[in-house]
């Protein structure tokens, strides 16, 4: 397993992140996600330890708290401590009915903590996410708790999630011009079937050292070469039930055509070779994958070892090229005057 510095902290973090929104068995829409028990999500963590994987993915809303209960477990259950598997989790999302059981204020914040620490069973969180913006909270409120966490030693690094380029600069300000702790990552969706991060939030990122993470890089599966919508429901999955990243069969039915032609060169497989196109890309320090099997995850960490040609490379760029945005595509318009 490769390595790589994360943003502009002093951690050293593998190239593939294992993700546990598998692990437990809640209710709603955990229903077509997760699942996994205890004794299978151990299975899950000592293979992805024995190929070098550090870093584990979860958050205080899967399966309503179970998926951080079950990392917990199993962490205590192999013995791993923070120096073998870092953990990252989140807070943003509902968890409970009342009016303060949800968002990014200060005490919906502290109180999402102290659960978190009980159930995983350590004395502190390598990397609290803000998973997604909360239009209720203003900023600063949000990222004086996460400093004062951090002075605290509750949490190590904080990062965020699904933030966009003008919020990452945003934070970044605000956070500067307080001392307060920075950014250290962005978790965000990227995959061959969603390159809109390649048009502002990647450079912010870079500019600001900080490191992308990138969740649901199959696309909710749908880039494992299962689906398309000539199968039709032939293939089984969670996205026979869910379009969830939501994906436009007419847009992204060629990248899985090419993903096959590519796999069946390389005699590899369609999900292997969209995992190499990511650890491929500069914008990129590590990929989140998550499994329901060992089979599946030993797969996609083999991602690692498949390396693309160049001619691979482009016919996949060219396949997944994505509709540049205003005002981007008037740059490039004046930009030729330039040429």
Not at 94 to 117: A, C, D, K, W, Y
Not at 176 to 202: C, F, G, K, M, P
Not at 249 to 276: F, G, H, S
Not at 297 to 326: C, F, G, T, W
Request: hydrophobic letters at 40%; one cysteine or more.
């Amino acid at each position: 397993m490769n390595y790589c510095t994360f943003g502009r902290s002093g951690l050293r973090v593998s190239r593939f992140a294992l993700g546990a929104m598998t692990f437990g068995a809640g209710s709603g829409i955990w229903e077509s996600i997760a699942g996994l028990n205890r004794e299978q999500a151990t299975r899950l963590v000592g293979l992805a330890l024995d190929h070098g994987v550090n870093l584990i993915d979860t958050a205080d809303a899967y399966s309503q708290g179970q998926s951080e209960l079950v990392v917990g477990q199993v962490l205590a259950d192999l013995g791993v401590d923070e120096t073998r598997m870092l953990v990252a989790t989140k807070v943003r999302l509902r968890t409970g009915p009342g009016p303060n059981q949800v968002g990014l204020g200060r005490s919906h914040i502290l109180r999402t903590i102290e659960t978190s620490l009980k159930r995983l069973g350590r004395d502190h969180i390598d990397l609290m996410q803000l998973h997604d913006r909360d239009a209720l909270t203003p900023l600063d409120e949000t990222l004086r708790a996460l400093d004062d966490l951090v002075s605290q030693g509750k949490v190590r690094h904080i990062g965020v999630c699904n933030f966009s380029a003008a919020e990452l600069e945003r934070a970044h300000a605000i956070a500067s011009h307080a001392h307060w702790a920075q950014i250290t990552s962005n978790q965000v969706h990227y995959s061959l079937a969603a390159r809109d991060i390649e048009h502002d939030i990647a450079a912010v990122a870079q500019q600001n050292n900080v490191a992308l993470m990138v969740w649901s890089p199959l696309s909710g599966g749908y880039l494992s070469g299962k689906y398309t919508a000539q199968d039709g429901q032939a293939a089984k999955g969670r996205r026979t039930n869910l379009n969830f990243p939501p994906i436009d069969p007419q847009k992204v039915d060629p990248i899985v055509y090419e993903l096959r032609a590519i796999a069946e060169a390389m005699e590899t497989t369609p999900a292997q070779v969209a995992l190499a196109w990511l650890l491929g890309r500069d914008e990129v320090a590590t990929v989140i994958v998550g499994a329901s099997s060992e089979s599946q995850l030993l797969a996609n960490l083999q991602a690692e070892e498949r390396v693309l040609s160049m001619e691979h490379r482009q016919r996949l760029n060219d396949v997944s090229k994505p509709i540049v945005p205003y005002p981007h595509w008037m740059q490039r318009f004046h930009d030729k005057d330039r040429a």
